[in-house]
């Protein structure tokens, strides 16, 4: 497994070892030894997740408070630009952002660790996304932050307004919205 640092020391780019040959390929996408050699983290993951979405669709940026979730992210059907913004207050990089393609085809990953943001637009639909979560989903902890707030100055790849939910098209803006310290 190749790990990539971004900006934010503690985001990571993961790319597993992929075997190919005339009949496809094969990999493991998660593989807590080898996750915990590559990255030095020991994390447990407690539930899966797995969304499907059109072309054009933006999802985020979701978190959640009190019980927060760190995510490890891959795309299995299609590509999105998967986006990273940091909530942390005392952190250096507060409220600044990193986006990578996952996709199907190149089989990446992203490490989102607590105290992130995360969201995605998919670029080739529809789109599959599945994520492991270190934390259960907790209703009362769930948050999110507006997909265009000018404070985070995303640069989406797109022009105009993606198709949204009704919640994300009301999410607040960062500056009134719950963060961590």
């Known amino acids: 497994m190749r790990v990539t640092p971004t900006e934010f020391p503690d985001v990571l780019i993961l ?3 992929v075997h ?7 990999y493991e996408p ?10 030095g983290l020991a994390v447990s993951f407690v539930q899966d997740n797995h969304s499907r979405s059109e072309s054009g669709v933006l999802r985020g940026l979701h978190y959640q408070v009190g019980r927060p979730q760190g995510k ?3 795309c299995t059907v299609g590509s999105v630009f998967d986006v990273v913004v940091d909530l942390r207050r005392s952190s250096a990089t507060f409220a600044r952002w990193v986006g990578v393609e996952l996709s199907a085809t190149n089989f990446r990953q992203v490490w989102i660790p607590v105290g992130f943001a995360h969201g995605f637009y998919v670029l080739n639909g529809p789109a599959e996304v599945q994520y492991k979560t270190t934390d259960f989903y907790h209703p009362a902890g769930d948050r999110s932050i507006r997909w ?3 404070t985070i100055g995303i640069d989406w790849p797109f ?5 949204l939910s009704d919640r994300d098209a009301a ?5 009134d919205a719950e963060t961590f310290e």
Do not use: K, Q, Y
């Open 72 to 74: 490890l992210a891959r």
């Open 15 to 17: 790319e597993p070892s």
């Open 20 to 26: 190919v040959d005339d009949r496809g390929w094969f």
């Open 148 to 150: 265009d707030d000018p």
């Open 159 to 163: 022009d105009g307004i993606p198709v």
């Open 171 to 175: 999410a607040p803006l960062l500056g």
């Open 30 to 39: 998660h593989n807590a030894e080898t996750f915990h050699e590559a990255t």
